[in-house]
Every structure is written in C-alpha cells, then in structure tokens.
C-alpha cells in the first residue's frame, strides 16, 4: 500500500453518521481560493453544478458539462485536506441509463479524486442510486426543488406545498434512501415537510430553502459572501460583504497604477534594492 498523507479527509459514512449527533455544514465551491478557506470549517465541500450559473453566468444549471464539472471537482479536492468532497453530476449524464450513470460518475470520481456523487431526481432513479452504490459510488440524493427540471417544473419554484407534491417528495427521499443514498438534499421545500423528513428519514437530510431542523444546510459558498448576482435568494443570508471588499482593493490598485505608486522597484527584477545580504537571489526569482 502506498504512502497516505498525513491529514485525513472525513468520509462518506463519516459523514453519514453525524445524523442525530451534531448539524452537518456544508457549502459549495467551484476553484481552489474558495475551497481552501472553507476546508476547515464545513463537514463536506459540493462542488456544485450551480457553477453554470454562479460561475459561468448561464440562466440555468442545464449546459454544464461532465469534462467542466470533472476539472472543478479536481481543483478543489487538490487543494483541500479535510472536507469531503463531493460532485454533482450534470444534466444528461444520469438520467439516461443506471449503466451510463455508472460509466460517467466513474469518471467524474477517477479523475477528481471526489469521494460521492450527487444527483437530482425523484424515485424513478432510485434505480440508478442502488446501481452506483452497489458498485461502490456513494450516492447524495437531490429532491424537492431540482434545478435540472426547471423546464418540467417551469421555474425555480418551491415544491411540496400541497399535500399531494409533498407525498411525492417523501415517496421520493424514501427511494432514494431504501436504493442506499447516503443522504438526501432537501431543496425549496415546505417546512414542515422538511421537518418531517428529518425525523422520518434514517439518512441525513441536507436542507437548502428546507427547515432548521434539517440534519445540515448547504448554500452556494457567493450567497453568503456577498459575491452572488443581484438579489439573494429568500433561503440564504449573507455573512460578508466580501464584494465590497473586492471592489475596495481593486479601486486602490486602480488608483496606485494610474498614480504610478505601482509597480516599484521591489516589484521589479535585476535591481538593487535595499541591501540585504550579498547572495541575496530574492528579486531575481519570479
Ligand atoms: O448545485 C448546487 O450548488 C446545489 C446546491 C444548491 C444544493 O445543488
């Protein structure tokens, strides 16, 4: 066996078995600098496809593709050490087949180096969940509001407020946790049916626009920072403005380069600054 490293990243039944013992926190992130400051704090990092939207700046989640969602899962499993990671898997890479499912998370795991996939759909691919796992892909499940069927469902619109969608969302999260998901998130909600899925449901529950009693909560990591575009969504908070911090350091460069108090010659290569010590190579290396 070869050499592990010295950290330890939580894991998937790690993760799983925190239901009842503490709130799971978790948030996305899409590129390695967001990644590395959530690492310590959050149970588990989702390299989400909301990447087409916050990312990339596409209306919606559908274009994304399996290569993109690949290379982001990599990014930010290499620069993180504790989190566990999982990866969405885009629109059309699933929903076809259990065996074209299974072809494609192999993938995305592969060659991420992501530890579980998550996936959007009701019982109908409960199937496809027993599939993965049964051949060792751990399985996030994504009910409720499901940005991908945002064609089906005719908006991004909360789900499960009469009585009848809320049936079919417990019949839908029971699937999923009978074919062996690990968990479930719970997204755009009805409260007290999220309530009720906590305490029915053996698995956690992840909730996004759910309940506080949610086993845990994920929000997309710009929400909370004040990076997101326009409006927050009624479900997040914003903790920092981090935008306004962004714009503040940009207007100083700004103003520095047009002042010209930047660049200067510690900044730049084969000039003598300050004297230091004779061997000193510093400002000759890029
Ligand atoms: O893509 C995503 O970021 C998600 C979360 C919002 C749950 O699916």
Redesign the pocket.
Known sequence: MSAHSSTKRRTVPELAALKGQRKIVSL?AYIAPIARQLDPYVDFI?V???TAMVGYGLPD?LSITVEQMTAHAAAVVRTTQHACVVV?MPFGSYQASPQEAFKQAAYMLAHSGAAAV?IEGGAALAETTRFLVERGIPVLA?VGLM?QYVNTMGGFKAQGLHDAAAQQITRDALAHQEAGAFGV?L?GIAEPLARQLTATLTIPTIG?GASPACDGQ?L?TEDILGLGEGKIPKFAQPFADVGAVIRDAVQQYAQAVQDGRFPTLQHCFGVKTAPSSSNDESNSKP
């Open positions: 996305t989702l989400g496809d909301s989640t969405d998550k994504h940005p998130v997204e996004i994920v997309v």
